[in-house]
């Protein structure tokens, strides 16, 4: 375990240095990193509450969210989050938070989606959030190997001897003492993420007008149209547009926008 917490705090502690940059790419890097030492232990509260109910066996009658355990088990990161936040070890807001920038990685990652214009600042403002919460976690015990040995990065994390080199608050010191060092102000953060919601605003609003004025004659309409044209047919015509319409009384054609 302490091997573990180990290699958590030197993840977090490349992280750090790669978002404290501040351009898109180690942001990018950085955030990836942040994520995945937030999906580690967020699986390694799940084997905890596996490892206990294994060990005392009258929990596994009182236990009443095995289900939910046994898919914070697998490999999906959102039932490894709502797991711990149904075991308590998170807020409501870091919860959303956790979900949110998770979608906004794979988004970065998978999808290949730049967001220049705010990278740099939630990647800093993920790394805040994750180590603050991580330092909350509480190993149920510390194991150490003889052959083991700390990664570099990690050692200035832990106080202990050479041959047991950590303590139970070495590792939520750790990611204390991270979250300070990214020195994240949440003001810059709020005011970058305004100005962006600006820039997408007036964005749309040119694009609206550009539909509105058409390019040929007679391709003319209003802007009221323009959106309904653009964005409020696709909507409708969408899964949740359909459920939305059935649940206030439509009962009208449910077919494609394509067809007449």
Known sequence: MLLFLATVL????????????????????????TDNAVELVLHQIAKDKASDIKTFSYLNEEFSHQANLNKALGRSFGDKVKFAKLMGSMTDEVFQTIVIMHGFRNEVYHVGLQHEAILSSLAMFYF??????????????????????????????????????????????????????????????????????????????????IVAQGVYEGQQTTRSQAV???????????????????????????????IG
């Open 228 to 258: 309904v044209g653009s964005q409020a047919w696709p909507l409708a015509f969408s899964e949740d547009g359909k459920a939305f319409a059935r649940k206030h009384g439509w009962t009208g054609n449910m077919l494609s926008s394509s």
């Open 128 to 209: 805040d959030v994750a180590c603050s919460y991580l330092a909350t976690y509480k190993p149920r015990g510390l194991g150490w190997g003889a052959s083991q040995k700390l990664p570099e990065r990690a050692k200035k994390y832990f106080r202990g001897h050479a041959s047991f080199p950590g303590g139970f608050d070495d590792f939520a010191n750790g990611c204390a003492a991270l979250a300070k060092a990214c020195g994240h102000d949440p003001a810059e953060t709020v005011a970058v993420l305004a100005d962006h919601f600006d820039e997408v605003v007036s964005d749309q609003d040119t694009r609206i007008d």
């Open 10 to 33: 030197e993840q977090l502690d490349l992280a750090l240095e790669h978002v404290s940059k501040r351009d898109i790419h180690n942001a990018r890097f950085g955030l990836m990193l």
